[in-house]
């Protein structure tokens, strides 16, 4: 079993950031020996069972040896310099912490010392304390993709923790390390936020989006034409109104092997909630098809309840008592998350895993990982049950800045890079974005999509 020495300090910030990368994400057994004062150890020492020894040095947490002392915006790299290294699985490493120095001795025992502390890096994206020490929020008070340091140095669409990661094994396999690691295949999750059931139940839903549509020149004259001659349709029970797209979803993941996650609202309090009601028919209707089909259901909590215990329970409790399911996962409406106060919300409400976090304005790595983690509520310093599945593409973020053909690429980049890291893809794709004015030339993006998977089902 691996050994790993650490100092007498930050001591749960240490252990999170251990047991997440050797318990959780490479699945390796270590025994954790804390400096008593007599070993002298100021960086993390790794020993192997052949008596080498990693050392990666410590370039962040020694310098706050008290309680949260770290957690301040001024501990925030002012500077990210990308360096090449050998170990690296990349053409270069961004270095949130520490320098670059790899170094190899050959003497025995084998010794390699890594400048860039990996761990106080992992520590920062996992833990998005980042988040919490600066103050910027954006008009629904999140955190904007700009304000990162992820952004600001141009790695936000890089997984740089599983870069990290990958940086790791080399340097232990170097070291001859021969322990069985986690094997990790590729998955496709995919999701959808219902904001809305129907778009057309009633005339002035009809009128409103149709005039939306005229005012913000979406629709031609020909638009405006079909979709009268489309609403008839739906009113004579002859077509689906083109948010009623539940069937077409699963039918897609039905032939690639994937079940599809719905996450339906509860009763909101803001404007932005409330389209649809959970105890409706037809919502009712709705749910009991996904049910019958093996398809799943979780918890999209309205606009406030991001940052309220009581009405976060007050929806999940609506919605399981509707639809008569257990709700255990799901995403926050309009990716509205204070970190890490959401976090303990989910946790304290029984949830499993929460995929919320990627940026609204821009799609990437908010999290720098591609795999679903444990995650830690840094102000009380524990290690929540609650998983953070991070969100990898999100349909709305490129809507306004991509063509189809773009938004296609932005997607398959994206899916190429979780693949690389046999990571997991998770894809928010809202049941009303397929058949609109708006959407339906950006359709044939999600079927490219699962058809990809199709034939990648097919040659495995
Ligand atoms: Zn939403």
Redesign the pocket.
Known sequence: MLKIYIPNNNIAERKYVLDTVFGEFLGTDYKLIIDNGELIIDNWVIELENGNKLIIEDHFFNKFPKDLEYLKEENIPKNVEFAKNRFAPEEDIPIIYGTNKPETKNQKPKTITCGIDIFASIFFMLTRWEEYAKKNRDKHERFPAAASLAHKFNFLHRPVVNEYLEMLKNMLFELDFNQKLKTRNYKLTLTH?V?HILAWDTPKKFLMRLGGDIIKKRANFADIVKTVFDYFKVLGKRAKDPFDTFDYIMDLSDKIGVKSHFFF?GRGQTKYDNDYFSGSKKAKAVAKKIKERGHLIGI?PTYNAYNDFEQFKREKEELEKNFETEIKFG?E??LRFEIPKTWQIWEDNGMEWDSTLSYAEEDGFRCGVCYEFRVFNFLTRKHLKLKEKPLVFMDATGIEKFSPKQMQEALFKLIGQVERYNGEAVILW?NSNYNTIKWRNYKKVYEALIEYHSVKKLRA
């Open positions: 936020d904001d609202m999209h995403r409406h309009y809202h």
